[in-house]
């Protein structure tokens, strides 16, 4: 048991280390392409620090065959990335987080709701969806919808250009930079998670079987909190430098592109539709999900101007939410 711990705990470094530089390579690119400092944090920045659950899950279900490990990562890590929003407004001391945002997050917190809806209605009505071929039809429902997302929350930035702009001095830090060598490393590093990524579904099995523990459990704790440490290290930076949107534009974009990539191991599964999984947790894990994303967008739209506590009451629910679902998988 020593030495799997040993490994998950090597792996664990190696994504926290590779995703944080494979996240600032990525933003550089962001910065030479001239993009928007919101919408990368939820399309580019987002859809790079998701590299260890995208590379995860196909490793889970084409080289080990745990499709629970690939599912319950991705549902673990939308968690976890929620419980983040709580750790950062503690970090932001002035006010409550939610009060400094603008509104176009509700935009892709809603897309979340819809995406675990789908989720959750897919492996309750397992048995009477027809799938096509092995894929199942709510892959294709989910790809539509993911990039719906993309596409309205770009046209949204675009009649927000004004503040764009004030974003874009905020990230222009990189002239000394050359966008070959930012390619550069940011391809050595992501090939760095990528790697280590594909290690963890194994170690993953072999920790349940020493434990005990159930498939399930460990990919929502402890296989969902290594592939999220490059948000975490993304989201606190960014925060700590005034880039509040586009920290918070990086985790809610890593929650609606890990429901992206329950599609794409889907296609990768190919003993059939992904979602089939007997074990209903996972409805669990959706469920919980989706209320922590409900109490951020009414957290938003709230908009209090005080916190009595080190962190604001919608963030403190999120924190208790995101604990009573640990203790219920366990």
């Not at 001391?93 to 989720?119: R, T």
């Not at 004030?166 to 060598?181: A, F």
Request: proline share 2%; hydrophobic share 55%; charged share 15%.
């Amino acid at each position: 048991m020593l030495l799997t711990f040993l490994a998950f705990f090597i792996c664990s470094i190696v994504i926290f280390y590779c995703g944080s530089r494979v996240s600032k390579y990525g933003d550089i690119l962001a910065e030479k392409t001239r993009l928007g400092g919101t919408w990368i944090g939820l399309a580019l920045v987002a859809s790079v620090t998701s590299l260890p659950e995208l590379f995860t899950g196909i490793s889970a279900v084409t080289y080990v065959d745990a499709p629970d490990i690939a599912i319950s990562n991705v549902l673990g890590a939308c968690a976890y990335n929620l419980l983040l929003l709580a750790m950062l407004d503690v970090l932001h001391v002035k006010a409550p987080l939610s009060s400094k945002l603008h509104i176009g997050h509700i935009i892709s917190a809603a897309s979340g709701i819809l995406l675990l809806s789908i989720v959750s209605l897919s492996l309750l009505l397992r048995k009477i969806i027809i799938p096509l071929g092995w894929i199942g039809p709510y892959s294709l429902v989910i790809i539509f919808v993911y990039f719906s997302t993309i596409r309205m929350l770009y046209s949204y930035e675009k009649r927000r250009y004004t503040h764009y702009l004030k974003e874009k001095v905020i990230k222009l830090q990189y002239e000394d930079i050359s966008t070959k060598s930012a390619l550069f490393y940011y391809l050595i590093n992501a090939i760095g998670v990528i790697m280590a990524a594909l290690f963890l579904p194994k170690i993953g099995v072999n920790l349940a079987k020493e434990t005990g523990l159930s498939q399930t459990f460990v990919g929502n704790i402890f296989i969902a909190l290594a592939t999220t440490l490059p948000e975490f290290v993304v989201s606190f930076a960014a925060v700590k430098r005034g880039a509040i949107d586009l920290g918070i534009g990086n985790i809610l974009g890593s929650v609606i592109f890990n429901i992206l990539i329950l599609a794409i191991d889907d296609f990768f599964y190919l003993k059939g539709a992904l979602l089939n999984s007997e074990d209903y947790r996972h409805i669990t894990s959706a469920l919980f999900v989706i209320s922590m994303l409900g109490t951020f967008i009414i957290g938003i739209i709230y908009r209090t101007e005080k916190k009595a506590f080190p962190m604001a009451w919608d963030s403190l629910i999120i924190a208790l939410t995101f604990l009573i679902y640990v203790m219920l998988l366990y």
